[in-house]
Nanobody, 121 residues
Framework: QVQLVESGGGLVQAGGSLRLSCAAS????????MAWFRQAPGKEREFVAA????????YYAASVKGQFTISRDNAKNMVYLQMSSLKPEHTAVYYC??????????????WGQGTQVTVSS
């Protein structure tokens, strides 16, 4: 049974930083592209960042490029999202997602339950 469990969310002031973590189990981790999505209140879920199976390729939404960094540790079955210079508009539930094989936009097989990030002004 595949499980993706996010952690690291919380309340942070504008300008602050957070690192989200996603622990994966029940899958051959290095065979999966991984990604982060987010959903703000009243909005549709949107892509944030993705990383290839070996971690050599990363992809970012234009809105977070240069601010957020996705990384992975295949030895620990973990994927991370380092977020800096946070703004209130970054407030959302952040989800981890996994796709068997290479990265394909918006095509993911498994999803976590999400972790809330709230940025206060």
């Amino acid at each position: 049974q595949v499980q993706l469990v996010e952690s690291g969310g919380g309340l942070v002031q504008a300008g602050g930083s957070l690192r989200l973590s996603c622990a994966a189990s029940g899958l051959t981790f290095d065979g999966y592209a991984m990604a982060w999505f987010r959903q703000a209140p009243g909005k549709e879920r949107e892509f944030v960042a993705a990383i290839s199976r070996a971690g050599y390729m990363t992809y970012y939404a234009a809105s977070v490029k240069g601010q957020f960094t996705i990384s992975r540790d295949n030895a620990k079955n973990m994927v991370y999202l380092q977020m800096s210079s946070l703004k209130p508009e970054h407030t959302a539930v952040y989800y981890c997602a996994a796709r068997r094989g290479g990265y394909v936009p918006d095509v993911f097989d498994y999803w976590g339950q999400g972790t809330q990030v709230t940025v206060s002004s």
